[in-house]
């Protein structure tokens, strides 16, 4: 029968708990009379409301299947002989209640409901290949030992036994729902807390909107995939390839020399370089007067030609503009250091400051080992956008560093290889694989 919250799991009548219990009005249970179950032996758990203030003599006397007792009255006073003769009893209770004090009295064994609280300040990773933490808190003084469990549904994947520590940490490989279910032993008790709600994870981390089926008045959420997870980030990069376009490209400069920093049309003046038609031709410009404009009426430095250049959308626009101000803080300013091509001996250039960034040969070749790890198929928006669209195949995208020339960058093609040799900057078929370091935390 249900009172409120008091459950006396038996085939009991109502009017017989009602009888027995001395309640007016059984929602407000405050007292359980004096041999009101003496002697039941049907009875084996009983729950007690937090309404309860006393529970009398010989209320629960010689029950000798009784085995649980759940009782959430922290302010309840319980007569000497309550449960006399229940030898099988195990009290459920909060710390320092008098239902607490009634069984440390009497050597009945105690689980807290308080012992401690289960934390998880990762839940918003939920993509397999990122760490999930389990911590406990609000824990209950004394030796502590603990023993965490953690389930995928109701399939134990790892634990920890009998260790002093309060964080637990597990990395999912795939896809599920999951848990954490720790056990706190020491002195008084040892009990078993159950994580409250369960970590989803999904294959790929949802981070950020940006415009990826073509279809504008859906939000299409990105997916990112874990390259690795290490003191406590995560280095990040799209799933797939969301956008078709150049590395850098004045359209109205011939010559396009630039490092992953910057232009270097004007800081960087060879007597000859390799135009966009693939012949060697002079170059010359004044690095004080390089065009701006098609027609060449608006002039500057290289540092005025940041806008024209994949790092700049990076950094100013993709980045402003596709994460919420909660994403962004995730998000770590990465020093990214610039390594040179190390077939041509080209430099890389200055180190940068980076939110979100394109990959290094270096990077790629650590965390994407083979061929088949590389090959990435663009978005239905990057096929849009695409000068030769491939409908779904696998597809060639930009890395950082640059390639044979300075106006080249090195690329991965369709089957994954690398080309060190590189592809114009200029050219809009390649596409764009962001990247970015992220807090695990949050």
Known sequence: ???????????????????CVGAANAQTLETVRT????????????????????????????????????????????????FEGCENLTVYCYMDSGMDDYAQAHGLPVKYFDAFTISCDTRKNGCAGLPITWSVANVMSGSNRYTCRIYDGNELKDSFEN???????????????????????????????????SVPVREKLLMGIYEQDGDEKTEDALEWRVLTAKDGKAL??????????????????QYKNCSWEKSLIGTTRPTNNLGSGGSWKKFTVNPNKIPLNRKGTETGT????????????????????????????????????????????IDGGADTDDYVFFLSLDEVREYLP???????????????????????????????????????????????????????????????????WITIGG
């Open 370 to 436: 083979t061929n088949e790890s590389r090959k990435a198929l663009r978005t239905k928006m990057a096929d849009r956008e695409a000068v030769h669209p491939l409908k779904g195949t696998y597809c060639l995208w930009w890395l950082r560093t640059p390639g044979q020339f300075l106006c080249n960058a090195i690329y991965v093609l369709q089957n994954g290889v690398i080309s060190t040799y590189g592809s114009d900057v200029g050219h809009h078929n390649l596409g764009y694989r962001p990247a970015m």
């Open 236 to 253: 990040m990069l799209t799933d797939r390839v969301i956008r078709s376009e150049s590395y850098f490209n004045p359209a109205w400069i």
């Open 35 to 82: 041999r009101a179950f003496y002697g039941n032996t049907a009875i084996t758990e009983v729950t007690l409301p937090d309404t309860v203030r006393s529970i009398s003599a010989q209320a629960f006397a010689d029950c000798t299947k009784l085995e649980k007792l759940f009782c959430y009255s922290r302010e309840v006073t319980v007569d000497d002989s309550a």
């Open 302 to 345: 290289d540092d005025d030609l940041y806008y024209v250049h994949a790092r700049y959308w990076c950094n100013e626009v993709f980045y402003e503009t596709v994460f919420t101000d909660e994403e962004r803080s995730r998000i770590l300013l990465t020093h990214n250091i610039n390594t040179g091509n190390p077939d041509s001996g």
């Open 1 to 19: 029968m249900k009172v409120r919250s008091f459950f006396i799991r038996v085939a009991l009548t109502a009017l017989f708990v009602l009888l």
């Open 163 to 197: 260790t002093t520590d309060t964080e637990f940490s597990y990395t999912p490989s795939a896809v599920g729902t999951y848990r954490a279910k720790i056990t706190i032993q020491n002195e008084r008790t040892t009990t078993t807390i159950g994580q409250a709600e």
